[in-house]
């Protein structure tokens, strides 16, 4: 399943919000330096989806603030 992330680093929180079908809008305390955000957006999905985070990759918008997201 492949899903559209709209990412807000520098948050108060972490939290993952369903905007439309397959879209979300995920807040992220880390910022955005050295892929610390990416590794805390796989992180957040994985707990919200439950599943492993072996199971997520960023496979578009790596360095954008709207990724893709393939879920296994």
Do not use: C
């Amino acid at each position: 399943m492949r899903i559209y992330v709209k990412v807000l680093p520098r948050s108060s929180r972490n939290s993952v919000e369903k905007t439309a079908e397959g879209e979300y809008k995920v807040k992220l305390m880390a910022p955005p330096v050295d892929g610390e955000a990416n590794a805390m957006l796989i992180k957040v999905l994985a707990e919200h989806f439950d599943v492993p985070k072996s199971s997520l990759a960023i496979i578009g918008g790596a360095s954008a603030r709207i990724k893709i997201v393939q879920i296994e």
